[in-house]
């Protein structure tokens, strides 16, 4: 089975920026969409975004303006831009590979923790 391993999580100020990653250990899985999910303390884990191989791109409403989903499939990698983020968006951000735009994939990754905080 495919290994998902995000970085990039960490404690930034409210309106700052973070840049999320995620590196798929074979490159097969990228013929499938990949996403991005968060779970917020004692909340269900929610869609962020996903994308396709072609590029086709979806995301959660409260997303849509500040976070760009972006693929690179010579890296095997699917980044997450979050920009103004607020202390609402602290969560634990996990990867997800497979499945269509709609429906998420079998394959996660363990997950990167942001904080948003002064």
């Known amino acids: 089975q495919v290994q998902l391993v995000e970085s990039g999580g960490g404690l930034v100020q409210p309106g700052g920026s973070l840049r999320l990653s995620c590196a798929a250990s074979?490159?097969?899985?990228?013929?499938?969409?990949m996403g991005w999910y968060r779970q917020l303390t004692g909340k269900q884990r929610e869609l962020v975004a996903r994308?396709?191989?072609?590029?086709?791109?979806l995301y959660a409403k409260a997303m849509k303006d500040r976070f760009t989903i972006s693929l690179d499939s010579v890296k095997n990698k699917v980044y997450l831009q979050m920009n103004s983020l607020k202390p609402d968006d602290t969560a634990v951000y996990y990867c997800?590979?497979?499945?269509?735009?709609?429906?998420?994939?079998?394959?996660w990754g363990q997950g990167t923790q942001v904080t948003v905080s002064s």
């Open positions: 994308i396709t191989s072609g590029g086709t791109t």
């Open positions: 074979d490159a097969s899985i990228m013929i499938y969409a």
């Open positions: 997800n590979a497979g499945g269509g735009l709609q429906d998420q994939g079998g394959s």
